[in-house]
């Protein structure tokens, strides 16, 4: 079931989505050679508390059976999504790695996720960022009341496809609200004019996940990190965004985060 949000509930929810915004950007801050990814996930939850919110990521339910046991998802290298932040993982000069980071402030969700580059990354997958962010951007243009789900999925598709990456289909976006994950799902492949139609109100998470190589993904043994099966890099933004009757307002931002990383930013 889509509940559509109020004014004042997209309110709350740009507030807690800028306060993903602004965590990501402590994160930026420090995001070096020879950092861990468990020293970003005790920062994270620090500044997430510090500022009246709940990391929503921390107990989550695995479907098989346990919870994730940290405050962000930190995915390296040939990691997808909803890698276990670790004081044993050390960030090297070359790697990547996306942070999705999700808060919980106010009775309503924020979730944003951002690939960083530690050092120097070779212009190859600089470029696989780039066209992830801008699949991004452009499934956003395509989120405009009228249009469909598909409309959105579709335009992310091709973009990447045009780039010859990889789109991951096991894992999608989401409707968002009250609740991290709500109706209705919001794929990043799809075809034109098909699917639920986009009325003012719907609130939902765009999140391509993109590959520089195929675009088949395993889970790993502890039961939630996805990998590529090629162990190629892979990419993931993520926007929080409300449709309205004109272009789609993004309630999360990287605005801090790019800020800080000045002209290395992709
Ligand atoms: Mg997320
Ligand atoms: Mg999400």
Not at 14 to 42: C, F, H, M, Q, Y
Not at 223 to 246: L, M, N, P, Q, Y
Request: proline fraction near 3%.
């Amino acid at each position: 079931m889509i509940f559509l949000k109020t004014e004042d509930e997209i309110e709350l929810l740009r507030a807690s989505n800028l306060l993903v915004g602004k965590t990501l950007a402590e994160l930026a801050k420090i995001i070096k050679p020879g950092v861990t990814t468990g020293e970003l996930d005790r920062v994270a939850e620090e500044y997430i508390r510090d500022n009246g919110a709940v990391p929503t990521f921390k107990g989550f339910p695995n479907p098989y059976g346990g919870s994730f046991p940290a405050s962000i998802c930190t995915s390296v290298n040939e990691q997808v999504v909803h890698g276990i932040p670790s004081a044993d993982v050390v960030l090297k000069d070359g790697d990547i790695v996306s942070v999705d980071c999700g808060t919980y402030m106010d009775g309503f969700c924020g979730d944003s996720a951002y690939t960083f580059c530690v050092g120097e990354v070779s212009d190859e997958v600089r470029n696989l960022l780039r066209v992830t962010k801008e699949a991004l951007y452009i499934g956003i243009e395509n989120a405009v009341q009228g249009k469909r789900l598909g409309d959105i999925g579709y335009a992310i598709q091709q973009h990447c496809e045009a780039n010859s990456y990889g789109v991951v289909r096991e894992f999608v976006g989401h409707g968002i609200g009250k609740k991290m994950h709500e109706d209705p799902q919001v794929p990043n492949y799809g075809k034109r004019g098909t699917g639920t139609m986009l009325k003012k109100g719907l609130c939902i998470a765009i999140e391509p996940m993109i590959t520089l190589g195929d675009r088949h993904v395993v889970m790993s043994r502890d039961g939630w990190t996805v990998s590529t099966k090629d162990r190629k890099c892979a990419a993931h933004f993520e926007h929080t965004i409300a449709v309205t009757s004109g272009k789609a307002d993004i309630l999360s931002s990287f605005e801090f985060i790019e800020e800080v990383l000045g002209n290395q930013a992709i």
